[in-house]
């Protein structure tokens, strides 16, 4: 009988230690947006030499999407190329082959668009870096976050961003910014209060040539 409740203890401290561990994704998910209106396809050569740096970051089983930001970007219709990266080592380099010669054909052909919907773009990132079920998740912008909606379109919603850093990436000036630089200002700083009052982290990098740390590896 001793032995029996000894067996029946050990079972469920068993049954315990199961039930406690760790099943947090250790995995990465990063989504791209990259701004097309305007003069700031002139920058896209630049949004590909980070594309190139993260696809040599990222690790097998990592996810990674790129999205344009066009008129309406609350669509899987503007994402150009997305992929959830085999856990073979071999065969993850050859998806991240494919993904840059994708990236390669829009850069070539990018078409501009004349709306910037910068909230469209985040709600389908944060929808689809969800469904990743990424540990760590990213939604970097590239863009000067100038966002122009088309009349009609609806972006007064509150951002759920729990878990996730969103980080802008070269954010330049526009004429009335260099005239004015409180607009510049303001801009950056409306854009961290509202990624901060949905529960993210909200950070700015200018210098593309200091990148490492970008995922914070």
């Known amino acids: 009988m001793r032995d029996l409740k000894r067996y029946f203890l050990v079972f469920i401290l068993a049954f315990f230690i199961a039930g406690c561990a760790d099943t947090t994704s250790r995995s990465t998910g990063v989504y791209m947006l990259i701004d097309t209106s305007g003069t700031y396809t002139k920058e896209i050569e630049k949004a590909h030499v980070i594309i190139k740096y993260l696809l040599g ?25 997305k992929v959830r990266f085999d856990t073979r080592p071999s065969v993850a380099n050859q998806q991240k082959r494919v993904f840059d010669t994708e990236i390669n054909k829009f850069v070539e052909g990018v078409k501009g668009s004349r709306y910037t919907d910068i909230t469209g773009g985040m ?17 970097l912008i590239f863009s000067d976050m100038q966002e122009e909606l088309k009349k009609g379109y609806v972006r007064d919603i509150a ?8 980080i802008a990436l070269n954010v330049t000036k526009l004429r009335t910014d260099i005239v004015d630089p409180r607009i510049y200002m303001d801009r950056l700083e409306d854009w961290r209060a509202r990624v901060e009052s949905g529960g993210g982290q909200w950070g700015v990098i200018n210098d593309l040539e200091h990148l490492e740390g970008l995922l914070g590896r």
């Open 57 to 81: 970051t990222l690790q097998p089983g990592d996810a990674f999407a790129v999205a344009r930001i066009d008129t309406g970007s609350f669509s899987e219709k503007d994402i150009i190329q």
């Open 159 to 166: 951002f759920q961003l729990e878990g996730y850093k969103v």
């Open 123 to 139: 709600l389908q990132a944060i929808e689809y870096l969800n469904e990743a079920g990424a540990g760590k998740k990213y939604i």
